[in-house]
């Protein structure tokens, strides 16, 4: 057939006299139109700096359910259950980020652009450590530029040194003050304040620091000297401001739950503990973080048991668009003041510095106090109210847990933190129809994505969701 | 050959008429044989000309018929045989000798390019339909037309809207890309057109494909190429098949005015059968502010109470009959020089769901002059404009779904314009005023010039353009501005989309006969072919109205637009060679080389051959008086498949989202397109036969081919891990194989009535080959089921195209379900759990198993033709069997307690199953929501906790058979119009759809969500239900 074929292809093209290259021009119009080859520093900023914000949010989608924030209004609905979920979207968006910030690294590095490039490690530092606090191990050194279609698995533990490396080397390049291009409003979340970015990598330093709290590596005098260098007010959060075109995605959630497309519903842990059930007083904070029923009362849902008999809505505590996290131009929180405050109060706590830790765990509640916007009396009776205001010598790492818990409202930082402390907040118990294969135990990581097992299955890492990550010891 | 032609009436299911001569003065006999064997022939037609008198020649070629006068001229005429008239003179016996036609049997067919080609030269198959069989189909969209009638041809109606997409496949599906078009090229006279569908970008709205813009009445026949050898000349737009239509032209010497009116009613032609008794509501508990539309109390106990509570009938009280007029007026005629042919048409049509509606009007004018022998020049013109109103189907069909039972659904208006409405969004009042409106402007022409200087030589040039305009415009309101109104939104918005395509075909042909010697004749064909396809899109949309109800962008708080170019050219030089030796023996060979523009330079050129013999064996071997026709097809085909536009790049796409702050923000593409992208091949083999019996009185045409697609170019999904999620590269390998058969058969024939019959055949095995290392699945789409119970269509290697995964009731393994479960076995025992709040109740399997394939085990069907005198009787029946579905109406219908089968919902049962230990079932369980009799909560109930979730309880056989067409059509005698200036009038009643056998509970199987572009074809969606219509039509000629 072969020879046939040739044959016949060489009578036709000489038959014809029309040889290959007489079209040539006229095909080659197979340049994209519609998408560049090459993306500017500033675009690939706007980006990455603002999805790194709804990254937040999505991670924090998953975890709320894990750590009782959020409760399913559906009985037995798998995330709120614990069971095997692969969340290929939110897989997918944090490699995508972490993608564009690899690209936008090597495209500042070429143009001598330090800032561009002591931010786009700093946010890449963010996403990466995010991202092994859910999965573990995860394809890093192989990853972004398809040098493999089966990228390998790196160790968390060992990213977890690439997290402090990429935030150590941010740092030396914002310092280099060399930069060839400025940051600017393409940086959705500092607008370009290089001194917010340098506290920031501190800040950052010190959470992941403190993450090691379970293992020999933990050294609380280390995290307390990123401390110092990090945030120095509520002024320099870190956070991503949400538009009236393009909407806080809680605030969508509200919405859609108003629109009876359910979601968004308040676990009966975090209003019983902060209605009085679990700790005798009431918070302040109830009506700015979440709504009410019909009848004005706050009333969450059993995680794992659904609403039972209670309607679509005006019958439980859910998001709502009036409260302080799902405003549609809310913003999303990334590193808050108030976070560091609590790490401060571990870390201190833990090396010992009991004065040092008390100040930060009092700033920390006020702080977020100020941020969702509780009147200043009620803060201060909060502060000075007897199971709140325990003095240095009384404070324990439980009060620190409890009110880092509420303050991180929907953060999924507070997954992590439920892990280092084992879910031992007060009362928190679980779900109803918690999956059976996790034995009475908590979840501990996620499942890889669909995408990773189907794709990439030989390199996939054979894992259960009881398995502890390497610093959960 | 009585032995055969009775128990074959009897197998079509038709007793077996006999014609009777009409007794006259004097009776003239005779016998009729064939001049060139002097065989006698049974059935051939003897006519008394000018009169309607006739009979036919019994089994030994003798006939009987009564004369009236001396002058009278008898017409003998049979298939195959040139016609003979024989003044009767004072004889009393007139024999007939037949001469063999020369014509015989040389059907010509329309191939590629518009070139016409004997059938008996043909190494492959072709079916073709004339425009009487389109004509009577009544389908203003061509591609329905096709329904049931052609071999291996499997159309998908995307549902019953007027205007929506339909969706054709030959051979099967041969991509692996889910998102890959796997129709045909639809060519008009030589000239290929688009047939897009666009679909909108919301909620479904059920888009035309553009084919629909075609006027069946224009048409004069219509070609199914159907393998890649048919198809070779015409290269990789054809890798699919080609549907070739060859428009009416005008005849010299008469002047022709024809009209055609029908007017048509549609209504939906299956629903399913909805539960009466239980009213709005939760838990049995009346309520009529609730969002639950009927899981309340029973209709007649709240009647006590409040006597005007009622059960509304809502999903029927929605529809309306749907209404059709199609006018065509056309003027052909001509002179030996010059022929024209003008037509000028209007559709109209509103569909059964409120608000909806679509118009065509269009104006071809067409002609050819000849300048001497030697040189025509041919033209056509085709403008079309169409449009409608496409309602959001589904979304009205799921706010049907949760509006009450026990509510008044016609009732949506308050006298203000603000909705009327109980809580819950009202389906008409949205259908109302969400529009969407399309108005499309296109244009089709083509020009051709033919020249042949010599006998041996022709030079053929033909361009060929098809432009058009698609303008969109869907407006959602916002809220009027009266206090207490509940509005379809908060902020409205206003969306313009503008599409404007361009296609150039420029074809130059070059054609060399010769006859060597007394046997061998040779054509060869030379040729060049150039396509050129422009396509620019813009989207603009406004939200947030300022003035309420003027629907403006210039009105609305914010703008996002955005755009899209696309540009693709193709040349190709082909070369064809047809060897007729001794017209028995037929050789052609072809070869065609492509350059396209959308795969890398190194790579662009890629040539492919075919090769096809055709051998009519009968003219070798004796004549015989059964097999009167014989020839054997053989061929083998390769064809070359190019790229999507751009699919050789990383490129970097700024998301919607932006701009936003005045920033514009980029994200790397996630799909990589390798540069060193070759073409894919498409290898076929294809052996046919084709065989007519006693004269052609039956004739059979059986076709089995098999095709391997390799080298595909498909987006392999990868690890997103890699920077991108699907690397667009050369993988993969689908196989099509299959059987066609195509049976004619004219079991009676007289000179007054003649019955034909045929029938086809098909059925398609496909298989995925290979994907590609390391992939074990590609995902071609899915669609929502609550409680997880969502439904998805995948590639799996070594299975069929389209396995549909989903979850299951678990079933009880004695020793534990293996670890590679993958297919649910429906037969084994449901597994019931024993303890807990599910005991008693069947536990679902949250792994994904195979519940179905949405490929159907075969296709087919059959129509019967019945002429006598003036009428026409003839009905088309059609089966597709062996196909899977997901129905999420049933999903949606089964959370909502809206059928029947819900009626149970306060029983007490016993699940029928086993325990995990393998102890049969035997705890009772109530089917009610709440507190059930023995005190024990069942929460949400049976159908929202266990039912609706389980996948395999819609994933159901969408099998039917059709009673697709039928109609009957009278002609009035010639002479009840000599005081008319007419010289032909007929009247056609014609109903399509009205039986439907199928085990498919609700609305009409044979609609699907994603529309003809797409290709999750096994996902019915909330679409649009299909119809039954009647229509009426006049058609006169001057």
Known sequence: ?473 | MKHFFYPLAVILGMGLLSAQALAQNRTVSGTVTSLDNNETLPGVNVLLQGTSTGTVTDIDGNYRISVNSEDAVLLFSFIGYEAQEQPVGNRSEVNVALQPSIEQLSEVVVTSFGIEQEKEALGYAVQELQAEELSQAKQPNLINALQGRVAGVQITSAGGAPGMSSRIIIRGITSLDPNANNQPLFVVDGVPIDNSTIESEGSPRGASNRVADLNPNDIESLNVLKGAAATALYGVRAANGAVIITTKTGKAGQMKVNINSSVGFEAINSYPNFQERYGQGFSGDYNDTDFWPSWGAPVPAVQVIEPDHQYYDNTRNTMRTGKQIDNTVSISGGNESATFYASFANLQQDGVMPFSDWGRTSAKLSGKVSMGDRLDVTGSINYINSGGNRVPHDRMMERLMYWANTQDVDDYINPDGTQHTYGNTNPIYDARFATYEDNVNRSIGNLNLNYRPTDWFSIQYRIGTDFYSDQRTEILPGPIGIEGETPLSSTGFIEERRINSRDINSTLNLTFNHTFDEKLDASLRLGNDIFDRSRNELNSRGDEFVIPQFYNLGNTTQIATGQDLNERRLVGVYGDLLLNYDNFLYLNITGRNDWSSTLPAENRSFFYPSVNLGFVFTEVMEASNILSYGKFRASYAEVGKDANPYSTAITYTSPDIFPLNGQVGFTRNSVFGTPDLKPERTASVELGADLRFWNNRLSLDVTWYKSNSRDQIIPVPVSNATGFSRLITNAGEIENQGIELILGATPLQTADFSWDVSLNFSRNRNRVVEIREGIETIVIGDQFGYASSTVTMRLIEGDAYGNLYGRSYERYYPNGAPEDLNVLDADRPLLISSSGSDAGFPIINSDQLVLGNAQPDWVGGIRNTFDYKGWNLSFLIDARMGIDQFDQYNNFYSAFGKLDYSLNRNDVVTFDGVLEDGSPNTQEVWLGQGIGPEGRDYSAGFYRNYYRGSSENFVKDASYIKLRNISLGYTLPRNWLDATPFSMASLTATANNIILWTPWNGFDPESFSAGAGGNATAFTGLGYPGVRSLFFTLNLTL
């Open chain 1, 1 to 473: 057939m072969k020879y046939f074929t040739n044959t016949l292809k060489t009578l036709l093209l000489v038959g014809l006299g029309i040889g290959a290259s007489s079209c040539e021009d006229y095909l080659d119009i197979n340049v994209d139109p519609n998408n560049p080859t090459v993306a500017p520093l500033s675009g690939l900023m706007a980006n990455a700096s603002f999805e790194t914000g709804n990254n937040v949010q999505d991670l924090g989608g998953i975890t709320s359910f894990y750590v009782q924030y959020l409760a399913s209004p559906n009985p037995a609905s798998s995330t709120d259950i614990q069971d095997e979920v692969a969340y290929d979207d939110t897989w997918f968006n944090m490699y995508n980020i972490m993608t564009d910030l690899s690209d936008l690294e090597l495209q500042a590095e070429e143009a001598g652009a330090t800032d561009y490039l002591g931010v786009a490690k700093i946010i890449k530092a963010l996403n990466l450590g995010m991202t092994i606090d859910m999965w573990g191990d995860i394809p890093y050194n192989d990853a972004f530029f398809a040098q493999t279609l089966n990228p390998t698995y790196d160790d968390d533990e060992a990213l977890y040194g690439e997290v402090q490396q990429l935030l150590d080397e941010g740092i030396a390049q914002l310092q280099l003050g060399t930069s060839t291009f400025t940051v600017g409003d393409d940086d959705f979340i500092f607008g370009g304040d290089i001194a917010q970015w340098l506290k920031t990598a501190h800040a950052l330093k010190a959470r992941y620091l403190l993450h090691l709290s379970e293992t020999a590596q933990y050294d609380p005098q280390a995290v307390l000297a990123q401390v110092d260098q990090g945030l120095s007010s509520p002024e320099d959060d870190a956070q991503v401001d949400y538009y009236e075109e393009e909407n806080n995605p809680w605030s969508i959630v509200a919405q859609n739950n108003a629109d009876l497309l359910l979601g968004g519903w308040i676990s009966e842990q975090l209003i019983e503990a902060m209605d009085g059930t679990t700790y005798g007083y009431v918070d302040p904070r109830q009506p700015l973080m979440y709504g009410t029923t019909n009848t004005g009362s706050f009333v969450g849902t059993t995680n794992g048991a659904g609403r039972g008999d209670a309607p679509e809505q005006g019958a439980r505590s859910t998001l709502v668009e009036d409260s302080y996290y799902a405003q549609e131009t809310a913003p999303i929180l990334i590193f808050t003041f108030f976070e560091q405050k609590f790490i401060e109060a571990e870390a201190a706590l833990d090396a010992g510095d009991r004065n040092r830790a008390y100040q930060a765990y009092l700033f920390g509640i006020g702080a977020h106090m100020l941020k969702i916007g509780v009147a200043e009396t009620d803060i201060e009776a909060y502060l000075n109210s007897p199971a709140v205001a325990v003095g240095a010598a009384n404070l324990t790492e439980a009060l620190i847990y409890k009110e880092k818990y509420i303050a991180m409202f929907l953060h999924p930082e507070t997954w992590v933190d439920a892990r280092r402390y084992d879910y031992q907040y007060e009362n928190m118990t679980l779900p109803a129809n918690h999956n059976p294969s996790l034995n009475g135990q908590f979840i501990r990581r996620l499942v890889y994505p669909d995408s990773e097992t189907t794709r990439n299955g030989s390199n996939v890492p054979d894992v259960s969701l009881a398995d502890p990550l390497w610093w959960d010891q």
